[in-house]
C-alpha cells in the first residue's frame, strides 16, 4: 500500500426533508445575513416557498441571487459577490445544480478577499478563508458540495478555467433526495453521467489509493445502477438517494484522487461550443477509457466484475450504449467540425493537472483521435 493523505469536508447532512435542517444549520454556524444563490429553475419551485417560509419563520434575513441559468462566466461569480457585499451578507447558501453551488462557493471567498473571479482562477489563488458555506445540490452529479473547485468560463477568450483552493470547501452539505425528484430525464442523465466520470476518473487516476478506490468503486456501483432508474423514473426515491449518495462519494474520490484527461479533453467543449460538462464529460469518458485501457484493465476488469458484466472491454462498450439510451448528442451536433480538433486538443492539453494524472500519456495526436470518435 503506497502512502497517502486523505482529506473530507464538509460535515454531511443526509436523508429525505433534511433541507428543513436548514434554519438550524445557519444558526450553528452564526449566520445573520444568507447570500442565498440559487438557479433561476429552483427559484420558481413550490419547495423553494417552503424553504424561504422556513427562514423567516426563524427570522433569518437573507438576499437571493438567482441568475444562473447555465454554466457560470466569470462575470455571473463577481456579479453574486457584489450582490452579497453589497447586502452585507455574512454566510452563503447555494441550493442547485453544480454551476450555481461553483458561483456560491466562488462569491464566498471573493467577498472576503476582493478582486474578482478572474484573480482567483489557477490553483492555491485565494489567500484567506471565504464566508461559511452550506452547499445544497439538487441535482445529482457535480459533487460541488464536497470539492475545492468552482468552475468558470471566460466567454471574451472561450475557455473554462477553476478556482481550486482548500477555502472553497464548505462547511456543510445537505443531501436531500427529495430536492432531485422534480429533475427532468435529460438533466438526470447528462449530471448522472457527469457523476460517473467522476467515479471512474478518480478510480483510475495516477493519485488513488487505498482509501479514495474504495469510495470511488462504491459511487460507481451505484451510479450505474441507479441511474437508468432515475432517468426513466424521476420519482422512485431509492434511484434518487442512491444518485445523490453515489454523486457525493464520487466528489470526495475526485477531491483526494483527482480527475484525469476526460476532464482535460471536455473543458474547451465547453468553453469554446458551449458544450454542457455533464455531456461533454460522458460522452468523450469511453473513448478515454480505451486509450487508457492497456493501463488500467486490471481495474476495470475488477470495477466489469462487481457491476457483473464479463470484462472491462465489455464495460466500455456497455457506456457506449448507455449514451444511446440517454440520447447523448455526438459532438457534430453542437456545429463542432473536424478542423477545429487541432486547436481543442492544444486548449486540452493546456488543462495540465487532470492530464498529468492520467494513468497513459497522452499527447495532441492522441486527442484529436478521441474527438473524432465522439464526433
Known amino acids: 500500500m503506497k502512502n497517502f ?22 444558526k450553528k454556524i452564526s449566520g445573520r445575513k444568507v447570500l442565498l444563490v ?5 427559484s420558481k419551485t413550490s419547495i423553494f416557498e417552503e424553504i424561504k417560509n422556513s427562514l423567516e419563520k426563524e427570522k433569518i434575513s437573507f438576499f437571493i441571487f438567482d441568475k444562473i441559468k447555465e454554466e ?4 455571473i461569480g463577481d456579479e453574486c459577490a457584489f450582490f452579497g457585499r453589497k447586502n452585507k451578507c455574512d454566510i452563503v447558501v447555494g441550493i442547485g445544480g453544480g454551476s450555481c453551488l461553483d458561483t456560491a462557493k466562488a462569491a464566498s471567498v471573493i467577498i472576503t478577499n476582493g478582486g474578482s473571479v478572474r484573480d482567483f482562477q489557477g490553483l492555491n489563488k485565494v489567500s484567506k478563508p471565504g464566508l461559511p458555506k452550506i452547499m445544497i445540490p439538487t441535482t445529482a ?3 460541488s458540495e464536497v470539492t475545492f473547485t468552482a468552475v468558470f468560463i471566460r466567454e471574451d477568450e472561450k475557455k473554462k478555467a477553476g478556482i481550486n483552493s482548500p477555502y472553497l470547501y464548505p462547511e456543510i452539505a445537505i443531501l436531500d433526495p427529495n430536492l432531485t425528484i422534480t429533475l427532468p430525464p435529460n438533466i438526470t442523465a447528462s449530471t448522472g453521467l457527469d457523476a460517473l466520470c467522476h467515479a471512474i476518473e478518480s478510480y483510475t487516476s495516477k493519485k488513488s489509493n487505498f482509501l479514495t478506490e474504495i469510495i470511488s468503486l462504491e459511487a460507481i456501483n451505484l451510479i450505474w445502477n441507479s441511474l437508468p432508474v432515475a432517468y426513466n423514473d424521476g420519482k422512485n426515491i431509492e434511484a434518487r438517494k442512491n444518485m445523490l449518495y453515489g454523486s457525493f462519494l464520487a466528489g470526495i474520490g475526485l477531491a483526494n484522487a483527482g480527475v484525469t484527461a476526460v476532464h482535460s479533453i471536455s473543458y474547451p467543449l465547453g468553453g469554446t461550443f458551449k458544450v454542457s460538462h455533464g455531456i461533454a464529460n460522458g460522452l468523450l469518458l469511453p473513448y478515454v477509457l480505451e486509450f487508457n485501457f492497456p493501463a488500467i484493465k486490471e481495474k476495470l476488469d475488477y470495477v466489469a466484475k462487481k457491476l457483473k458484466i464479463k470484462s472491462g472491454n465489455l464495460l466500455i462498450e456497455e457506456m457506449k450504449n448507455l449514451l444511446e439510451t440517454f440520447h447523448i448528442p455526438r459532438l457534430k451536433e453542437f456545429k463542432i467540425q473536424p478542423k477545429d480538433f487541432p486547436s481543442l486538443a492544444e486548449d486540452a492539453l ?4 487532470p492530464i498529468e494524472n492520467n494513468p497513459k500519456e497522452i499527447t495532441k495526436k492522441d486527442i484529436i483521435e478521441i474527438y473524432y470518435k465522439s464526433y
Do not use: H, R, W
Open 141 to 143: 452529479g457535480t459533487g
Open 5 to 26: 493523505t486523505f482529506f473530507c469536508k464538509p460535515e454531511v447532512v443526509y436523508g429525505e426533508n433534511s433541507i428543513f435542517s436548514l434554519p438550524a444549520q445557519i
Open 38 to 42: 440559487i438557479d433561476s429553475y429552483f
Open 72 to 75: 457560470p462566466t466569470t462575470e
Open 350 to 353: 493546456k488543462v495540465s493537472v
